[in-house]
């Protein structure tokens, strides 16, 4: 499959937005708050394009020294092909280089899938946030080291 993972451009956040209401349904940021990410985080906003279509996300912001994971989305009909693995190694590829340590999510206690995909990545379960859904449901806190996977090479 043909798919690249860029930096977001400004036309793209109509689609991300879609894209976020299609998957997080309740929990979905809204415009305003995706077009904040843009502004203050474009560093770590990427897309994954198929064709020039807007298959998929991730964004992350500096916070506190460490990277902060605020969504990562890929359409359902491109989930199980690798493009959220791809938009995770370039996030953290980009980490390493400007320097960051560490690197902070919050997942769904019910989301195997992407549990499954950042315990590969060598994330460490350290916390969890009790009623952080609009469903009332749960997330774990992830976290990975950078300094401690320095040498380690994920495929």
């Given amino acids: 499959m043909d798919i690249k993972v860029r930096k ?3 036309g793209d956040l109509f689609y991300i937005a879609e894209i976020e209401e299609k998957v997080f349904g ?3 940021f809204p415009f305003y708050y995706l077009f904040e990410l843009y502004e203050k985080c474009r560093d ?3 897309v994954a394009d198929y064709k020039g279509l807007t298959i998929g996300y991730i964004v992350s912001c500096i916070e506190n020294q460490s990277l902060h994971i605020h969504s990562v989305a890929v359409i359902e009909g491109f989930r199980g ?3 959220g693995r791809m938009l995770l190694e370039e996030t953290i590829k980009l980490a390493k280089s400007m320097g960051i340590e560490k690197i902070l999510l919050e997942v769904s206690t ?3 899938v992407a549990i499954a995909l950042y ?3 060598g994330f460490k379960r ?3 946030r009790t009623n952080y859904y609009a469903d009332g449901s749960d ?3 992830y976290m990975l080291d950078l300094k401690e996977n320095n040498s380690q090479h994920v495929r």
Avoid: S
């Fill in 8 to 10: 977001i451009e400004p």
């Fill in 26 to 28: 309740l929990d979905a």
């Fill in 44 to 46: 770590f906003f990427l």
């Fill in 81 to 83: 092909k690798g493009i």
């Fill in 110 to 112: 019910q989301n195997t």
């Fill in 119 to 121: 315990e590969k990545f």
């Fill in 126 to 128: 350290v916390g969890m």
């Fill in 139 to 141: 997330a774990y806190i």
